[in-house]
């Protein structure tokens, strides 16, 4: 026998009971985002390998050891398939001029990142996106914080904290950096292999360290809130004074850097304690520098991105998974000319907006009668060569209080389904 194949390591198959779950999710996601003026954008799961390593940064985790990146066997390109969604949205709005006026931008789809997995970590996950593009000011950075809290609330989320800190403007961050580099070169001895290689490269990011023997030397490092100027400190504040007058709890973290490197200003995680090591389950930020760094015009830019694994994860453990939907009716029918007949039942039903899971596969009408109860449908119809002939079928409701089983001419049989169960609610 031959071997049975899997799936890529840290690539999952999403089951129907879970894929339902997810199709509740993406309902729910839809409607929020609309409620604040977001319209879709799809973009290609494979972009050039030069978008990501221009707008996310050669320096970070994600450029350096992450990307599935290949050659084009056919013409030679470098692509990539994308580790995430704001380098792709900046690249189809600037391509398709979408950055002439304010736009506010949503996507769903899968990501990729050659990481070690494990729990709420893997190779192909999933995220919703936003970016907004043309506002300035900390207003929409606000709104889109809040839209957080609102979405949790919608699906029934509760615990998931907020940090958010402001990494300034560029030359801030370039003083605060010099700084830095100082201070860990005064303590070049305390150094991991990693910080060592960061040292010059991407010395904000040794602030991101999980190594315990580096924690007091972080903590001790300067802080690059003490960099900002009035304009960036303003900015901050103006984010904060929404916050508190929505009354939405945060944290400021003033080691939030962020593993991308295009971020300005605001910068913000929703945590929560429930998922392991995991636990950054939504996270974004400003990054007014990018679309003009990928060639286009000076144009502001907010935007954050969600984990649709680590959502679904907290869904499933604050209230399961949901039983499936039954279909309406369970068609029964054995015989060719009821078979025949059953096809257009079926459609006519479905016309009249009814589910009907039409038995396919043949059997007794005892064994189909066994998958009709099965089903949870309300009502089977049953058809034989008998009731084809007459142009009627049996309307059996198969739940306690449905009524009696009744054979009713086929034209008439979605109106007498729809007459049993108003009888059945009123009783
Ligand atoms: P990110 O922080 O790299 O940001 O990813 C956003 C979220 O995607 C994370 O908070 C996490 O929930 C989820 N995520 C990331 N990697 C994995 C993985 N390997 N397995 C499962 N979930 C994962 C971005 O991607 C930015 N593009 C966000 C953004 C949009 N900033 C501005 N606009």
Known sequence: MSQILQAVRGMNDILPAEAELWELFEETVCSWLKAYGY?????PIVEPTPLFKRAIGEVTDIVEKEMYSFVDGLNGEALTLRPEGTAGCVR???QHNLTSTPQRL?????????????????????????????????DIDAEQILMGARLWGDLGLDGIELQINSLGQAEERARHRAELIAHFERHAELLDEDAKRRLHTNPLRILDSKNQAMQELCAAAPKLID??????????????????????PYVVNPRLVRGLDYYNLTVFEWVTDRLGAQGTVCAGGRYDGLVEQLGGKPTPACGFAMGVERLIALIQEA?????PAAPDVYLVHQGEMATRLAFQVAEGLRDQGMNVLQHC???????????????????????????????????????????????????HLAEAIIDQLLDSEEE
Do not use: C, W
């Open 39 to 43: 319209r879709p954008i799809r973009m």
């Open 92 to 94: 189809a709005a600037i």
């Open 106 to 138: 949503y996507y769903l789809g899968q990501m990729f990142r050659h990481e070690r997995p494990q729990k709420g970590r893997y190779r192909q996950f999933h995220q919703v996106g936003v970016e907004a593009f043309g506002y300035a000011g900390p």
């Open 227 to 248: 960099f900002l100027g009035e304009a960036s400190l303003e900015h901050f504040e103006g984010v904060q004074s929404v916050l508190k007058n929505a009354g939405l």
């Open 319 to 323: 209230d399961g998974v949901p039983e």
């Open 361 to 411: 596969g043949g059997g007794s009408f005892k064994s189909q009668m066994k998958k009709a109860d099965a089903s949870g449908a309300p009502f089977a119809v049953i058809i034989g060569d008998d009731e084809a002939t007459a142009g009627e079928a049996q309307l059996k409701p198969l739940r306690a209080g449905g009524g009696e089983q009744r054979r009713v001419g086929v034209e």
